[in-house]
């Protein structure tokens, strides 16, 4: 018998952006998280492995096995746990899908992209700074924009949203969970016709 082996390879890896903590759980700002919490339901798989400075769990979908993955280093810090990962698995960063939430999206609105800027997301900020640049796809959760300009961003997406918006919020990472399969098994191309 072998010890330390390495796991089967993945050919995909999938990182949802959110902050640790009870605190949290619920705030617009962990859409990503959200996300995850949906995939374990869908697939009875647990992300709760901890590697990375991250909480990582593996999915085989449509025959691909994907790595998961729930940085828990607070959302500005994501890329250095992407970065170990990627060295670690051999996955090109064309090859990592980012989940997160957007406050340019009217609530409960998806949009997957190929690749782009970060947006003024901290989260994908760094992983672009930290990982090799912004050619990687990522799904974006509308959160919707702050009703009234004096209401400061920050304390808008780490607040719970209302229940309708916690409902539209919910729904779009139902549907960005499917949209992620669509990406990995298909193309972007297929997941920005069906979900954009």
Known sequence: MFFGKKPDPVS???VFLGNPGARFAHTRHNAGFITADVIEKKS??????????SLT???TLGGVRVFLMKPQTFMNLSGGAVRQAMSYWKVLLSNVIAICDDVSLPTGKLRVRRSGSAGGHNGLKDIIAKCGGDGFPRIKIGVGAPPHENIDMADWVLAIPSGDDRKLITAAAVRAASAIE???T???????AEYN
């Open 44 to 53: 009875g798989i647990k992300i709760n492995r901890r590697k990375f400075s």
């Open 186 to 192: 298909g193309s972007v191309d297929a997941a920005m």
């Open 12 to 14: 995909w890896i999938a």
């Open 182 to 184: 669509t990406v990995i």
């Open 57 to 59: 769990g593996t999915v």
